[in-house]
């Protein structure tokens, strides 16, 4: 009557004894397990040339900085810090195209003036010079390994402290020593068809004595999408977010005069919202060469606006005719007068258009390519180099001030004004603070906080997206006559898809843990093995098969 209670005395003792080593198993293999949003380096190809990051999933152990000059890193995961980046050691790497299994680079969670990381204050003007160097380097080179973004978290801060203080610093974390892996599972990356970018134009007509397309006309222009690292995180706040919400803010000023017969103006106003920006203003050539020859000839000047958001005392005219044109001469006297009664200054920068090369550094260049005369009030004294400063990361909410946009409109409108009602040189303020005309602040902060929310790269911002209705209808409510260009971006640019995923955090054992943990599992098995001996064959059993077979001898003939 015993047998059946020690047998199931030790059928129970061995289910215990299985849970427990169950629960040891995942407590230690699948141990500070956690997940992280990340955003991926941009993957394109220039004229069939790829470049950025060309691989998306990710499955290596984690290392960071200091490393051995000599450490293989073709099966690590570097985990950088944006604040502690060496960029020469970076730049070693990608320039002599050095083996690496990914790059995960943590970003600050703000970029205000001044912020605390690691107990350190960081000046604005240091993490700006950091990322614009790092863009430069990971956009224009090919990365055969995953490259992504993040922001710094106590995730982060944890797993940093625990790599550096486990030494995995000095030799990258191996399957031999353990540490942590970092795991994207993400498909590889598609080819996008060629975007459609939306040009947006709507018309303030001016006052009908005959006929109004006879009348001279103003035209305002922005270009509204950008470019950056991490298409995921290219929101441009202030280049060109700011041009954006100061041309909607000037729309709805003159939509006030216009719409009353008695204050409406001899010059027709042409609103342009272009997209291609960052691709060499390819919507806006698009938008011009789509014009009726009789419209463009009617344009007496087009002021486009860029990155009007971070400028202080100066802001510059940037023109491709000669200041010393009478044209020329005369928008930027009509804009220094009103600055000058603003108490700040106009600069004027002249660059003259190359015809035989294609790239062009402003917007009002395009203008100028179809013999129209044009300008660009930017903050920015010199021209971005080709697709820098459309987009960055350090280009957030931050970065434009809603009273330099306002100064700018404010700007834009009195001269405007002035010329368009004959009051050149007399000190009016018709846009006075505190009347029915002043420039609404809230209105522009309310564009530039939309703006900041929305990455606008032109292959990931659909006809159909949310932004582009909403630009569409905020034109409609100032102007008439609303009218959307799609067109096909041209063909140069090939871009790919996956431009966000998920990262997961694994701790994971040494060699010596899973040499203890064989050892148990193989006690486990043998302890499994002779319960099911005993209790099925005897313990008589048992002995004989761990009992050394006699050696029978062989009888001699």
């Known amino acids: 009557m015993a047998a059946p209670a020690t047998t199931e005395a030790f059928s129970l003792s061995y289910s215990m004894f299985s849970l427990l080593l169950i629960l040891f198993a995942c407590v230690e293999l699948g141990d500070a397990a956690s997940a992280v949003h990340v955003y991926r380096l941009i993957q394109y190809d220039l004229g069939g040339v790829p470049l950025g990051s060309r691989i998306s999933h990710l499955n290596h152990h984690a290392a960071s900085l200091p490393l051995d000059p000599n450490a293989d890193l ?14 020469s050691f970076l730049t070693d790497y990608i320039t002599n ?25 960081v000046d604005l003007t240091r993490v700006k010079s950091v990322l614009n160097q790092l863009e430069d380097l990971l956009v224009h080179a090919e990365l055969p390994y995953p490259v992504y973004f993040a922001y710094e978290s106590s995730t982060f801060d944890s797993l940093l402290g625990d790599i550096r203080g486990k030494n995995f610093s000095s030799q990258p974390a191996t399957s031999t020593n353990g540490g942590y892996k970092l795991v994207i599972s993400t498909p590889e990356a598609k080819k996008l068809s060629p975007p459609t970018i939306s040009n947006f134009q709507g018309w303030l007509p001016g006052q009908k004595d005959g006929d109004a397309e006879q009348l001279p006309t103003i035209a305002i222009v922005a270009s509204y999408d950008t470019f950056g690292a991490a298409p995921a995180l290219s929101v441009g706040s202030d280049s060109n977010g700011s041009g954006v919400a100061a041309l909607l803010e000037i729309a709805r000023l003159f939509s006030r005069l216009y719409s009353n017969p008695k204050t409406r103006g001899k ?7 272009t997209s291609g920006g960052p691709y060499n203003y390819n919507g806006t050539q698009k938008w011009l060469r789509s014009f009726d020859q009789r419209v463009r000839e009617s344009i007496d000047y087009a002021i486009c606006l860029n990155s009007v958001g971070s400028w202080e005392n100066d802001l510059w005219m940037h023109v491709s005719k000669p200041p010393e044109n009478v044209y020329i001469k005369e928008i930027y006297d009509g804009f220094s007068e009103v600055a000058q009664d603003m108490g700040f200054s106009i600069n004027v920068k002249h660059k003259k258009i190359n015809i035989s090369n294609s790239r062009v550094a402003w917007e ?17 004294s010199v021209a971005p180099e080709f697709l820098q400063s459309t987009g960055n990361l350090h280009d957030t909410r931050k970065s434009a001030d809603e009273k330099a946009v306002a100064r700018t409109v404010k700007l834009v409108a009195e001269s405007l004004a002035r010329q368009i009602y004959g009051h050149k040189g007399k000190k009016l303020d018709i846009f006075a603070d505190g009347s029915s005309l002043a420039v609404n602040v809230h209105h522009i902060q309310s564009w530039l906080d939309l703006l900041s929310r929305t990455p606008r790269v032109a292959p990931f911002l659909s006809k159909n997206n949310p932004f582009i209705a909403a630009l569409k209808k905020e034109l409609s409510d100032h102007t008439v006559e609303v009218h959307v260009q799609n067109e096909v971006l041209d063909g140069t640019f090939t871009f790919y898809d996956s431009t966000e995923a998920t990262l997961n955090i694994y701790q994971v054992a040494g060699v010596t843990f899973d040499f203890l943990f064989l050892m148990v599992l193989g006690s486990y098995l043998i302890v499994l093995f002779s319960f099911l001996v005993i209790t099925t064959r005897g313990l008589d059993d048992l002995i004989n098969i761990f009992r050394r077979p006699a050696v029978r001898k062989s009888k001699s003939t």
């Open 74 to 87: 073709s099966r690590s995961a570097l985990l950088l810090p944006l604040l502690d980046l060496d960029l």
């Open 97 to 121: 195209k050095k083996p690496l299994g990914g790059l995960v680079i943590l970003l600050p969670q703000k970029l205000g003036n001044k912020f605390a990381d690691f107990g350190k204050h």
């Open 267 to 273: 010059y027709n106003l042409l609103f342009g919202l």
């Open 364 to 380: 009002h260049e395009q203008f100028s390519r179809f013999r129209v005369t044009a300008l660009t009030l930017s903050g920015l």
